[in-house]
Structure formats: structure tokens, C-alpha cells
């Protein structure tokens, strides 16, 4: 029986009839894990009794409590309508309601004794949006579009779909991904196209998937499905339990640009597609590796979506329209002198071709991946085989309104940038391995050459013999800054720019300046120093944890002074793992997974410091702006890379040379 609502209706009969607020158990995920799954997904519903509106639509695919919090803003899912020049609000027109099983029905009279219905039924997990006419006087609508009013202050929901179209648009199928919340699959039933447009806002924090709706008429209805996705063991893994404890954040990568801003002003703008901090925040190069890396490992997702096209479009776009004339790629904004950027691109390129086997994209693009390559072996100002950033590194040289020489761009990394160089080396080595899937054999000793020169260099130049491991950096007044970075050797013992014996000494040195320093809480990772940064050696004269005395210890454990990024784990992690020391390295990443599985490693998009929990302090306080940045996702790269074999694919191109 069919429950109507009219004036005499009350509002609590009308839910209670509608019985549509939440849909679980029985559900068989559209790609499931290879056993069971331990709870079945959820999806939560709630609709207007008045108006045409959803208000609340939410899911946790892994059937957790995550269910219970709105991932819509107000005022909810609508539709819009251009019956003539102007759009109109389908919460304007005169609209009937009716309570269905599991769901409600929302119909408009037209004229000639015409009808509109638009149903909405939350079953078993999935959402099913439907649409229908009857008479003749459908037409008389226009166009209609569908309205997910996201808020990513909750989370910054994203969409993956099969591909971007030159006009920034997409088509029905694609994957809306809910960080922490789950990903679901939203198939048409139409054989005529389901177009899609992806709006935000930087600020205000907005995310809205507006859904073009064909035309619609009493012989060819259109129903909408979302069904939950979730993602299989990558190819490979032995440990299932493991990835069990992963596969809630996996997809926490991936998070594709909306439109906001300007694009044509490269400022403070999103790029439909192009994979970003987070959905209204910035693109940045370099960043890219943090996503594709992972992409190596997932390059497909449900529906034969493919993830690899997001780093193909990404490289694309900084390639052909973010690198200025002598090959330097724009690290983000409009800031160049970026030493990570162009490796990052390289490294990207290797994991794009590597996951796809797309020779032919290889061809197109190996020159302007040359062009990125000599632009940094041009950098190379005193020829000893290590890459001289732009910045001099010197104390007291940075400043606002610039930045340091890579992805830790607060503090004064510059001259001979260990961070950087260790992925020249990475980069350099990835191109040569491209360059030998060409067959151009000249090329690819080429720059296997260079990443030999630049090992050589490496630990003579940069190895603090007062602590026995490798510094951040080298300025280039030749003083060493040295403070103590699990992050920074990890690089260098996993790329293999350190031997594993050295490597073993190194991680038993930092192990033991761990301990002594007090550190304890693994969940949240590992901290970026083990030490104070001076004040001279970070932004000046004021910026996100910039110290006021000179020795940082009165912003200790703060941002780039000491603070957590729990992404850049990964490379401590897997230097453990490179040398043998896998108890260690395990009893940390369990430690994160547990951290991940409670979705404590976000708090939706903020944009204020230091409320961001994309970095912590060692207790787990945010000291971060950003709220959610999808480079902290990267360590669950671990989970692969603890066994040999995804180990040996992930080093290949310069373990393969040595």
C-alpha cells in the first residue's frame, strides 16, 4: 500500500511509511574481495515528505558506523530544470509524494494530463534513481539535470570515470569515491549518454556532480544505479589479511580535480581530472607520484574503469601545459624551481607504461620525457653527478613568497637536495627502462649513466660522518644540514643509492634516535626529522610551523618542523623491508592500518592551519591546513611492497641495473 502525502499527513508517518532511511545485508558487492566480507555494505537515505529532495544519502561499503553521518550538504540530491532560458529548482514545482517500498516517489503534473515521476529506492546496500513520463507533455520539462550537493567537509567526494572528454565533461559509467566512506558504481540504464560535469569551490568547501539527463519520454524511461565497489586484492599480494586492512583507504589516492577557479590562471584553480591534493584543492606535480605509484597496483577498478587513465591525463596535462620552455615543469600555483617535479613526472610515466603496456602513449610523449631528463642533467653545475637545485640552501634564504627545492617546501631544502636527487636517481633509471621498451639502446645507457654518476656522488657528498646517515641537504656554502630524517634515508636505502649493509647501520642509528627522543605513537607514522629545524632553515619570516627561536624547538613536532606525514612513511617502511628488518617495519604499518581503519588520518577539507589532520604532532594533535590531502594514503603501499616479488616490480628499473 502506497502511503501519500497530503496536508492531513504528518511528518513521522510519512518516514515511518516510507521505511527508506537505510538499506543493508544480503549484499554481493559489484567486485568483492576474494572471501567473504565481514559485514555487508550499507547506504543510508532520507527524503523530504514535502518537497522533491533528498537530504541525507550515505554508505560505508566496508558495513561500518561511517553510514550515520550525511555526506550531502543542503540542500541535498535535486533536480533542476530549463523548461524555457532559465533553470528552475524542481523544489519549486507542485510535486505529489508517495512512500514506496524502500524508497519515494515524487510526481509532477504536466499539462495535457501528463506526468513526471521521479523515484528514489534504497535497497540491499544500492541506491536506484528513477525516471518516467506519461502522457505527452514530457517534453514540456527541458532539460533536467541530477544535483549530489557534496560536502567535502566531510569528506572530499570524488568521481573516477571511464574518461575525461576534451570539454572537461564524463559519461555514466564512473565511480563516486566517498574517502573512508567507500566507493560506489553509478551505471545508466539509457543508451543514450548520461553526461556529467564535476563543480567545486575552493572556498566555500563545495563539490557538486551535476548529471545531464536524456530526454526522457514514456517509451524510453532512465534508471540510475549505485552500487558498491569494492576493490579486489591487487594481482600479486599473498596476504589477503593484510589487504583487508588496506582496502578501506586504498582508493583515498584518487582524488581527480573538480572545476573551480580559474584554470586559465594556473592559481589557486582545479583541473577537471588532473589528480590533486584533494577534489577543490591544487594540482601539484609534485605530488604525482604519490598516486601513481599506487595506481601501479590498482591500474583497473569496477565496471573496467580504468585508474591509469587519471595518471595519463595528469602527466598529459603537466607535460603540455604546465612546462616552460627549457623542460622545467611547474611544481604548483605558478611556482617553478620545484627539483621533485620533473622526476616525478618521469616516475609517473614508468608507472603509467608499466601498469598499461601503452607503448604507443610512450611514443607520442618520449620526447618531451628527454625534455624533463636534460633539463635536470643541464642542472649539474659543478659535473659531480649530483643535481644542484636552484635554491642555494644557504641559512636564512628562504623567504615568503618563495619556495624550497621539493615537496617539504617550508623548509630550506636546496643545492644538493638529498630528497630530490634520490628521485633523479628513481627518475633517471625509469626513463632508461622506457627508453629500452623503445629499443633505443644509445638512449637508455645514457641515462643509466647519469643515475650511476649521481650514486657515485651521493654518499660521499651527503653521508654526515658525525652520524653515520645521510642528510636533508648540502647548501651550497658547503655546510651540511643535517636533521635527523627517517624519511630522507628511507629513499636512500630502499632506491639503492646506499648499500643494504649501510642501509642496516643507518636504520639502527635512527631507530635508536627514535627511541631516545620519545617517540612512541606508530599509528600516525613516522615524523618527517627527529630533530628541531632551525629557524634559519625554514620559511621565513612567518609560516605554518615556523619557529620563533633559532634552534625550532619552541615548534618541535610542528608541520615540515618535525611533524607527521604519514604518507611519507612509506619510505622508511620499505627501507626496512629492503635490508631485512620486516618485524619493525610490520609492527608500524599495523599499527597505521588500525589508525586508517577508524578514517583517522582526515577531517574533511579545511584549509586552516593548523587544524588539518594531514599532519599530526607526535601525540596525534592536527598541524595541518589542508584537512585531507591524498598524498597520506601512500603508505599503504607497504601492505605490497613487505613481499619480494611486488618489491623486486616496484625497484626493477635500479635494481635490474645494478
Known amino acids: 500500500m502506497k502511503t501519500v502525502w497530503s496536508p492531513k499527513t504528518t511528518r513521522r508517518a510519512f518516514l515511518q511509511a516510507a521505511a527508506a532511511t537505510t538499506a543493508m545485508a544480503g549484499y554481493m558487492p559489484v567486485w568483492a574481495l576474494g572471501g567473504a566480507v565481514p559485514s555487508p555494505p550499507l547506504l543510508r537515505m532520507e527524503t523530504d515528505p514535502i518537497r522533491p529532495l533528498v537530504t541525507a544519502l550515505s554508505w560505508d561499503t566496508e558495513g561500518g558506523d561511517r553510514v550515520r553521518t550525511n555526506l550531502l550538504r543542503s540542500p541535498g540530491l535535486r533536480l533542476r530544470i530549463q523548461p524555457a532560458l532559465d533553470w528552475i529548482e524542481a523544489t519549486e514545482l507542485p510535486a505529489t509524494v508517495q512512500a514506496i517500498p524502500h524508497g519515494t516517489r515524487y510526481s509532477f503534473l504536466l499539462p495535457q494530463n501528463s506526468a513526471f515521476h521521479w523515484e528514489v529506492i534504497a535497497s540491499d546496500g544500492s541506491l536506484t534513481i528513477s525516471f518516467s513520463t506519461e502522457g505527452t507533455g514530457g517534453s514540456r520539462l527541458g532539460n533536467i539535470e541530477l544535483v549530489f550537493a557534496f560536502d567535502p567537509s566531510v569528506t572530499p567526494t570524488t568521481i573516477v570515470p571511464y574518461d575525461w572528454h576534451d570539454d572537461n565533461s564524463f559519461a555514466a559509467p564512473l565511480i563516486v569515491s566517498a574517502p573512508d566512506f567507500g566507493q560506489m558504481l553509478l551505471e545508466s540504464s539509457s543508451q543514450c549518454p548520461v553526461k556529467g560535469r564535476l563543480l567545486g569551490s575552493h572556498f566555500p568547501h563545495t563539490v557538486d556532480l551535476v548529471l545531464e539527463l536524456p530526454s526522457i519520454t514514456p517509451d524510453q524511461p532512465l534508471t540510475l544505479s549505485m552500487r558498491p565497489v569494492l576493490m579486489e586484492p591487487p594481482q600479486g599480494l599473498q596476504d589477503r589479511s593484510m589487504w583487508a586492512l588496506a582496502r578501506r583507504g586504498w582508493f583515498n589516492a584518487f582524488q581527480p580535480g573538480a572545476a573551480w577557479g580559474n584554470e586559465s590562471e594556473h592559481y589557486r584553480a582545479g583541473i577537471p581530472g588532473v589528480l590533486s591534493n584533494n577534489v577543490v584543492s591544487d594540482p601539484a606535480s609534485i605530488s604525482q607520484i604519490f598516486y601513481a605509484d599506487m595506481m601501479l597496483w590498482t591500474p583497473n577498478a569496477a565496471g573496467n574503469i580504468p585508474i591509469a587513465q587519471l595518471v595519463r591525463r595528469s602527466v598529459d596535462y603537466w607535460l603540455n601545459k604546465r612546462t616552460v620552455s627549457s623542460h622545467e615543469a611547474y611544481g604548483y600555483h605558478d611556482f617553478l624551481n620545484f627539483l621533485d617535479a620533473n622526476p616525478n613526472l618521469l616516475i609517473c610515466a614508468w608507472d603509467y607504461v608499466e601498469a598499461t603496456g601503452d607503448i604507443a602513449w610512450l611514443r607520442k610523449s618520449i620526447g618531451k620525457l628527454e625534455g624533463l631528463a636534460q633539463y635536470l642533467a643541464l642542472r649539474d653545475e659543478d659535473q659531480d653527478g649530483l643535481i644542484e637545485a636552484t635554491q642555494s640552501g644557504n641559512s636564512g634564504t628562504l623567504w615568503t613568497n618563495n619556495r624550497s627545492s621539493n615537496w617539504f617546501d617550508a623548509m630550506n631544502y636546496g643545492w644538493k637536495d638529498a630528497y630530490s636527487n634520490a628521485l633523479i636517481y628513481r627518475a633517471w633509471y625509469c626513463l632508461a627502462d622506457l627508453e629500452g621498451r623503445l629499443s633505443r639502446s644509445s638512449q637508455q645507457m645514457h641515462y643509466a649513466g647519469l643515475a650511476e654518476k649521481l ?204
Open 455 to 658: 650514486k657515485a656522488a651521493y654518499t660521499r657528498e651527503l653521508l654526515n660522518p658525525k652520524t653515520g646517515w645521510i642528510v636533508c641537504w648540502k647548501s651550497d656554502d658547503g655546510k651540511l644540514h643535517d636533521y635527523a630524517s627517517p624519511i630522507v634515508n628511507g629513499m636512500a636505502i630502499s632506491y639503492g643509492l646506499v648499500e643494504p649493509d649501510q642501509g642496516r647501520k643507518i636504520l639502527d642509528r635512527l631507530w635508536t634516535k627514535m627511541e631516545t627522543a620519545g617517540f612512541r605513537h606508530f599509528d600516525l607514522g613516522i615524523p618527517s626529522t627527529l630533530e628541531p629545524v632551525h629557524r634559519s632553515d625554514y620559511l621565513l619570516p612567518t609560516s605554518n610551523g615556523c619557529p620563533t627561536r633559532e634552534d625550532g624547538t619552541d615548534t618541535f613536532q610542528q608541520y615540515h618542523n618535525g611533524g607527521i606525514a604519514a604518507g611519507h612513511s612509506l619510505n622508511f617502511l620499505l627501507a626496512n623491508y629492503v635490508v631485512g628488518y620486516n618485524d619493525k617495519a610490520d609492527k608500524v604499518l599495523r599499527a597505521m592500518l588500525q589508525r586508517q581503519q577508524q578514517g583517522l588520518f582526515q577531517n574533511g577539507v579545511r584549509g586552516t592551519y593548523p587544524g588539518g589532520a594531514e599532519w599530526t604532532t607526535w601525540d596525534g594533535k592536527t598541524c595541518g591546513y589542508e584537512g585531507y590531502l591524498a598524498d597520506t594514503y601512500y603508505f599503504l603501499q607497504a601492505v605490497m611492497l613487505r613481499e619480494p616479488a611486488p618489491r623486486l616490480r616496484y625497484l626493477k628499473p635500479m635494481y635490474s641495473a645494478q
